[in-house]
Nanobody, 124 residues
Framework: LVQLVESGGGSVQAGGSLRLSCEVTGRNYREYWMGWFRQVPGKEREGVAVVDSHGRTTYADFVKGRFTISEDNAKKNLYLQMNSLKPEDTAMYYC??????????????????WGQGTQVTVIL
């Protein structure tokens, strides 16, 4: 059973930075996509940044140049460094993983296992 636990959310002023972390346990497959998604009430969950087991990344256009996704060497922790935060980045951020191959996809429906989320609030 794969479990994901996010941390690192909080409130920050616009222009500031946050680093989200996701601890992954129970993964017993080598090929995967793993990434960060976000959702605000009344809107669909959207992909922010994803990485595959080979280190290939895909970013949403609205975070390119501002956010960076990374893993630790043991591939048990996923990170999202968020810089130059904007009020529109306010959302619940989720970590997710899927057994998959190929260039990682940002569409949430491909991902099977999800964390509980961590709230990010960006204040003007």
């Amino acid at each position: 059973l794969v479990q994901l636990v996010e941390s690192g959310g909080g409130s920050v002023q616009a222009g500031g930075s946050l680093r989200l972390s996701c601890e992954v346990t129970g993964r017993n497959y080598r090929e995967y996509w793993m990434g960060w998604f976000r959702q605000v009430p009344g809107k669909e969950r959207e992909g922010v940044a994803v990485v595959d087991s080979h280190g290939r990344t895909t970013y949403a256009d609205f975070v390119k140049g501002r956010f960076t996704i990374s893993e630790d060497n043991a591939k048990k922790n996923l990170y999202l460094q968020m810089n130059s935060l904007k009020p529109e980045d306010t959302a619940m951020y989720y970590c997710a993983i899927n057994r998959a191959q190929g260039v990682p996809d940002l569409r949430a429906h491909w991902y099977d296992d999800w964390g509980q989320g961590t709230q990010v609030t960006v204040i003007l």
